[in-house]
């Protein structure tokens, strides 16, 4: 939605989250990319929400049940624990209200896991720092004025979010500029300078 | 005047005998109608295309809108114009006839065949006129139901319909869930709002103030509110199209002239245009048969009749849903089709959901419009691997 399709290093380490067979709501679920994934290879119950037309028209001819709609707007209408899994790919951070979005993920489902571009980055740091402009990288290309984020955190912003929610973080992963996972047991500091994305796997 | 005799006549046949096939029920199959009569015997008039399969599990069923009928991909025997939904199915079309069985039913109540106002009462031998009793969504359904059994098909592959069609839709889905398995109603909604039962009322008040209508007993009175009739369509045809559409193929361009006559004539387009969707529909529709089907869409209410909750309509459904709505569409806005899939979602069916971005307004589902082929045609193919009727390509 918000980053190149061929960048999605993420969805690896999401569908590895995932188990076998669950039900699972993908929002933001873009063309399909991850739902189709985890509908061949786990078997899941798979729902979808995209916002653009193109994705949901392409989504729905995968044969994936998709609703055109947004995460602020429509996430209120889903029953609670109505999934095992909610996913938030790299959509956080184009919401309005992130922490409603958050509330709403754990409130619909057992688990929620939420990827997102680590806006506390090294290269983010730097090239606000040396060229004083906001960062246009491989992975946020989009200028200040006609992004689609809004609402950018660093690893660090949404630890401290998941507190204010009350979820409990079960697993986090951050990812290196190649799609790496960075070593588990690196420091938070570590993530949050050299993690380019990272997956949460959250509860309540 | 020779020509309009022969039509008259012809649109007399088509409601007692019509040219397309019919099936008839008899005595020992009456029809149990909501308003609490049964109505028997009674006969369905309807079209198919394609072949049913061996396992009969190709079976698409099209329900049409309120003035539609029973030829969706065949000339239309009264007007002679191509079939209604022509630009979508046929061979090697989005709805391909040559791998699915499609079966279209003009509903109860309706004009072109299936028992309505215009047919013959058996028990005093005249029109039924007024003496029908109400139908409802529901009844048109069951009579559906009767005419899949009559096929000897247990399921149906799909049931998809537009507008009063997609009332039907979502009437089959609620109502024989194990029968349908993939829904797919396009700009509908699960109740009348009471906008459009408003507007429906203005069409059956034209209707009825007709002189001509004789207290609904025109027929034996040997006259037609043609009039009225023209009315109700025109004011309905506004509420079809959008303000867009309509500034944009009419804006206040004047008809066959250079300036305002300062009278009643027809110095817009718009006007002229209007008076033509008027006289054109009363040579095919019946009068009473209008004031029935416009009843039945105005009582419409599946939440109603689900203790007042439309996710109850549809608990436990395994049906795979395909909810279409178009943007510039003020009789069933997007936001009636919300509520179906906010329902649907309760319910934890399996659905998707398109709103069509187009100026062409409640219409739209009748036009090429390119984003709700594709929608319909990926919908469709999916459902059809799901069901084993098509390769995984």
């Given at each position: 939605?918000?980053?190149?399709?061929?960048?999605?290093?993420?969805?690896?380490?999401?569908?590895?989250?995932?188990?076998?067979?669950?039900?699972?709501?993908?929002?933001?679920?873009?063309?399909?990319?991850?739902?189709?994934?985890?509908?061949?290879?786990?078997?899941?119950?798979?729902?979808?929400?995209?916002?653009s037309q193109r994705g949901v028209n392409e989504c729905v001819g995968r044969g994936l049940s998709v609703i055109q709609g947004d995460a602020d707007a429509d996430l209120g209408f889903y029953p609670d624990k109505g999934f095992d899994f909610v996913?938030?790919?790299?959509?956080?951070?184009?919401?309005?209200?992130?922490?409603?979005?958050?509330?709403?993920?754990?409130?619909?489902?057992?688990?929620?896991?939420?990827?997102?571009?680590?806006?506390?980055?090294?290269?983010?740091?730097?090239?606000?720092?040396?060229?004083?402009?906001m960062p246009v990288t491989k992975d946020l290309p989009y200028s200040w004025y006609d992004t689609p984020n809004i609402h950018f955190c660093t690893i660090r912003d949404f630890v401290n979010l998941c507190d204010e929610v009350g979820a409990t973080?079960?697993?986090?992963?951050?990812?290196?500029?190649?799609?790496?996972?960075?070593?588990?047991?690196?420091?938070?500091?570590?993530?949050?300078?050299?993690?380019?994305?990272?997956?949460?796997?959250?509860?309540? | 005047?020779?020509?309009?005799?022969?039509?008259?006549?012809?649109?007399?046949?088509?409601?007692?005998?019509?040219?397309?096939?019919?099936?008839?029920?008899?005595?020992?199959?009456?029809?149990?109608?909501?308003?609490?009569?049964?109505?028997?015997?009674?006969?369905?008039?309807?079209?198919?295309?394609?072949?049913?399969?061996?396992?009969?599990?190709?079976?698409?069923?099209?329900?049409?809108?309120?003035?539609?009928?029973?030829?969706?991909?065949?000339?239309?025997?009264?007007?002679?114009?191509?079939?209604?939904?022509?630009?979508?199915?046929?061979?090697?079309?989005?709805?391909?006839?040559?791998?699915?069985?499609?079966?279209?039913?003009?509903?109860?109540?309706?004009?072109?065949?299936?028992?309505?106002?215009?047919?013959?009462?058996?028990?005093?031998?005249?029109?039924?006129?007024?003496?029908?009793?109400?139908?409802?969504?529901?009844?048109?359904?069951?009579?559906?139901?009767?005419?899949?059994?009559?096929?000897?098909?247990?399921?149906?592959?799909?049931?998809?319909?537009?507008?009063?069609?997609?009332?039907?839709?979502?009437?089959?889905?609620?109502?024989?869930?194990?029968?349908?398995?993939?829904?797919?109603?396009?700009?509908?909604?699960?109740?009348?709002?009471?906008?459009?039962?408003?507007?429906?009322?203005?069409?059956?008040?034209?209707?009825?103030?007709?002189?001509?209508?004789?207290?609904?007993?025109?027929?034996?009175?040997?006259?037609?509110?043609?009039?009225?009739?023209?009315?109700?369509?025109?004011?309905?045809?506004?509420?079809?199209?959008?303000?867009?559409?309509?500034?944009?193929?009419?804006?206040?361009?004047?008809?066959?002239?250079?300036?305002?006559?300062?009278?009643?004539?027809?110095?817009?387009?718009?006007?002229?245009?209007?008076?033509?969707?008027?006289?054109?529909?009363?040579?095919?529709?019946?009068?009473?048969?209008?004031?029935?089907?416009?009843?039945?869409?105005?009582?419409?209410?599946?939440?109603?009749?689900?203790?007042?909750?439309?996710?109850?309509?549809?608990?436990?459904?395994?049906?795979?849903?395909?909810?279409?709505?178009?943007?510039?569409?003020?009789?069933?806005?997007?936001?009636?089709?919300?509520?179906?899939?906010?329902?649907?979602?309760?319910?934890?069916?399996?659905?998707?959901?398109?709103?069509?971005?187009?100026?062409?307004?409640?219409?739209?589902?009748?036009?090429?419009?390119?984003?709700?082929?594709?929608?319909?045609?990926?919908?469709?193919?999916?459902?059809?691997?799901?069901?084993?009727?098509?390769?995984?390509?």
């Amino acid at each position: 939605m918000s980053t190149n399709a061929a960048q999605r290093v993420d969805l690896a380490v999401i569908a590895d989250l995932i188990t076998p067979r669950a039900r699972v709501l993908d929002v933001g679920c873009g063309d399909g990319e991850l739902l189709q994934l985890l509908e061949r290879d786990k078997q899941v119950d798979g729902r979808g929400v995209e916002i653009s037309q193109r994705g949901v028209n392409e989504c729905v001819g995968r044969g994936l049940s998709v609703i055109q709609g947004d995460a602020d707007a429509d996430l209120g209408f889903y029953p609670d624990k109505g999934f095992d899994f909610v996913v938030l790919s790299q959509t956080l951070q184009a919401t309005r209200n992130p922490k409603a979005v958050l509330d709403d993920l754990l409130r619909i489902g057992n688990h929620a896991i939420v990827s997102f571009p680590n806006f506390g980055h090294w290269q983010v740091r730097l090239s606000l720092l040396l060229r004083g402009r906001m960062p246009v990288t491989k992975d946020l290309p989009y200028s200040w004025y006609d992004t689609p984020n809004i609402h950018f955190c660093t690893i660090r912003d949404f630890v401290n979010l998941c507190d204010e929610v009350g979820a409990t973080v079960e697993s986090a992963t951050a990812l290196n500029a190649a799609g790496q996972r960075i070593g588990l047991s690196m420091p938070w500091w570590f993530w949050n300078f050299f993690g380019q994305q990272a997956v949460f796997l959250l509860k309540r | 005047m020779a020509a309009a005799r022969a039509t008259k006549k012809a649109r007399k046949d088509e409601a007692n005998d019509p040219s397309s096939e019919i099936v008839r029920f008899g005595a020992e199959q009456p029809l149990q109608l909501d308003a609490g009569a049964l109505l028997s015997p009674f006969q369905i008039a309807y079209k198919t295309y394609g072949t049913l399969n061996a396992e009969r599990s190709n079976a698409i069923l099209v329900c049409h809108a309120l003035t539609g009928d029973q030829h969706v991909a065949s000339p239309n025997p009264v007007t002679g114009k191509p079939g209604w939904w022509d630009v979508l199915i046929g061979p090697g079309l989005i709805i391909d006839t040559d791998r699915y069985f499609i079966i279209c039913s003009n509903v109860i109540g309706g004009c072109l065949g299936s028992t309505g106002p215009a047919s013959i009462n058996p028990e005093t031998n005249k029109p039924y006129g007024l003496d029908l009793p109400i139908i409802t969504i529901r009844d048109m359904v069951r009579a559906q139901a009767m005419l899949v059994d009559h096929f000897g098909i247990d399921r149906l592959f799909a049931v998809v319909g537009g507008s009063m069609g997609g009332m039907q839709v979502l009437e089959w889905a609620a109502s024989f869930p194990e029968r349908v398995f993939c829904a797919l109603p396009i700009a509908t909604g699960a109740r009348h709002s009471s906008q459009n039962i408003a507007f429906h009322e203005v069409g059956r008040q034209a209707v009825m103030a007709d002189p001509e209508w004789c207290g609904g007993k025109y027929i034996e009175a040997g006259k037609r509110p043609e009039k009225g009739l023209a009315v109700a369509r025109m004011a309905a045809h506004i509420t079809y199209l959008s303000e867009s559409a309509l500034h944009r193929k009419f804006g206040r361009n004047l008809q066959d002239r250079e300036v305002l006559t300062f009278g009643f004539d027809a110095d817009f387009q718009i006007e002229s245009y209007l008076r033509h969707q008027g006289m054109t529909f009363v040579d095919r529709f019946d009068a009473n048969s209008y004031l029935y089907m416009t009843r039945a869409m105005d009582y419409f209410d599946l939440a109603a009749d689900h203790g007042g909750r439309l996710a109850d309509a549809f608990a436990g459904t395994s049906t795979r849903f395909c909810v279409v709505s178009f943007t510039s569409d003020w009789l069933f806005p997007t936001s009636e089709s919300r509520q179906i899939v906010h329902a649907l979602n309760a319910a934890g069916a399996s659905v998707s959901f398109v709103e069509i971005d187009t100026d062409r307004g409640h219409d739209a589902f009748l036009l090429d419009e390119p984003e709700l082929f594709s929608a319909i045609r990926g919908f469709i193919h999916s459902a059809a691997r799901a069901r084993g009727l098509e390769e995984t390509p």
